[in-house]
């Protein structure tokens, strides 16, 4: 694991040192604690909640029946939470689809039900006003289903092994935008409920030998650089070179244009996101879109942005995560490590990172924080009910509660 780091002490664009305290407040007694404290009216958070995956192999939600549902749904309640986001489509599918290039693992709950568990729960969210978002990362398919040349194929995340091989595919691959604009329209087929609909293009900025032509013709329409003229390898996550993060982002914003014209052809009036991935290396912090044009091209559309890791460039992260994206005019939702075990053991305690994103969400505030992880009843790449044990947690529900316990302060929205 990475040392642990000073915390960017010196980071001299926080604004918030110094300045005044202004809002309204309010006494909460916190009965756990049973201590009074006063607490600062969060009025600055839209949404709040979770985010978590009905999908095979991720951990999460994927094992939960209905009562796991509602009790999911009732601590949110109790935490003031009004927004939950279900990924129904990751490396694997985690809904009944009739589309032939997803995979359908028949074992997974919401898949077995033909939809009706995943039904129910909107209409029980609905009830204690809670809106459903639904997300799909959609650049993963397996590779029996989707004919094209993956930059990657996956057996195993981490150290769980997959259910399927699973390729990666980026947005230049013939085919790739028309099925993505399938699945969202299957989508709100099936769910036209939900209230928005969040778009991942994880792998959009690697490079590949298909997608040069593409870029050379950018290039010359826009002046930039020779794609021999490059430094290699390109991936803006982790290498910055401004041309080809500018013509990824060009890329991805050709496919949310096409799901933004699908979606609302079909009436839907809900919201749009799309995640904007962060990197980091030993030195540098980094982000993978242009978010300038991004928002110039889709200015209703919210930025979703993450950081898992408090103990390694904490502000230099809220820089790309928070800060950057708001000064460019987006609505950001921050997504900070909730009750998810990638990684474990860290260098500290999941308390110790709910505690330095309750600090960095009071600062920075984004409009809307979803907590990744909202606990786990079995095993999975993402969140893994042995290592909460590990880490002390009865069960998934445990270790949840323990994370409303510690994050209180955001419940005063």
């Known amino acids: 694991m990475p040392k642990m780091t000073d915390r960017d002490a010196n980071f001299r664009r926080r604004k918030f040192l110094g300045t005044s305290i202004v809002g309204s407040f309010s006494w909460f007694f916190d009965v756990h604690a049973g201590q009074r404290t006063l607490q600062k009216r969060n009025g600055f958070l839209k949404e709040y909640g979770f985010w978590d995956y009905t999908t095979p192999g991720a951990g999460g939600m994927e094992a939960f029946k209905e009562n796991d549902y509602l009790s999911l749904l009732d601590d949110m309640a109790g935490a003031n939470m009004n927004s ?74 981490g150290n769980y092994k997959l259910p399927i091989k699973v390729g990666l595919y ?15 329209e299957e989508l709100l087929d099936l769910f036209p409920d939900v209230g ?31 794609f021999k003229k490059l430094g290699h390898p390109l991936n ?3 290498f910055d070179v401004p041309a080809w993060r500018d013509y990824t982002t060009y890329s991805r914003l050709k496919v949310l244009k096409a799901v933004e014209d699908a979606v609302r052809a079909k009436g839907f009036k809900g919201d749009l996101s799309m995640i904007c991935e962060t990197g980091r290396t030993l030195y540098t912090v980094g982000q993978a879109v242009n978010l300038k044009e991004f928002h110039k091209q889709f200015p209703t559309w919210i930025a979703t942005t993450y950081e898992y890791e408090k103990w390694d460039h904490r502000y230099g992260m809220m820089d790309v995560c928070i800060d950057h994206p ?20 860290l260098p500290i305690s999941l308390e110790e990172s709910w505690q330095m994103d309750l600090e960095d969400i009071q600062r920075f505030k984004p409009q809307g924080v979803w907590w990744f992880g909202s606990g786990t009843k079995n095993e999975g790449a993402h969140v893994s009910l042995a290592r909460l044990k590990q880490a002390g947690y009865k069960d998934g529900v445990a270790a949840r509660q323990a994370l409303l316990k510690k994050t209180f302060p955001l419940s005063n929205r």
């Not at 729960?121 to 289903?145: H, N, P, Q, S």
């Not at 980026?170 to 969202?184: A, F, Q």
């Not at 609505?331 to 053991?345: C, H, I």
């Open 84 to 157: 939950l986001m279900i990924y129904v489509k990751w490396l694997t599918t985690g809904y009944r689809s009739k589309l032939p290039f997803q995979d359908q693992i028949s074992e997974n709950p919401v898949i077995a039900s033909d939809n009706a568990l995943l039904r129910k729960v909107i209409d029980e969210a609905r009830k204690r006003k809670i809106k459903i978002w639904l997300g799909g990362a959609v650049t993963y398919f397996d590779v029996t289903k989707f004919q094209g040349k993956p930059h990657r194929i996956f057996e195993r995340l």
């Open 170 to 184: 980026d947005t230049d691959n013939p085919g790739l935008t028309e099925m993505i604009v399938e699945i969202y």
């Open 196 to 226: 928005g609909l969040e778009v991942e293009l994880e792998g959009a900025g690697f490079e590949a030998p298909h997608r040069i032509t593409s870029y050379s013709k950018w290039a010359k329409e826009t002046g930039r650089p020779h």
């Open 236 to 238: 803006p996550r982790s």
């Open 326 to 345: 708001k000064q460019e005019g987006l609505t950001v939702f921050y997504l900070p490590r909730g009750v998810m075990t990638w990684e474990m053991p």
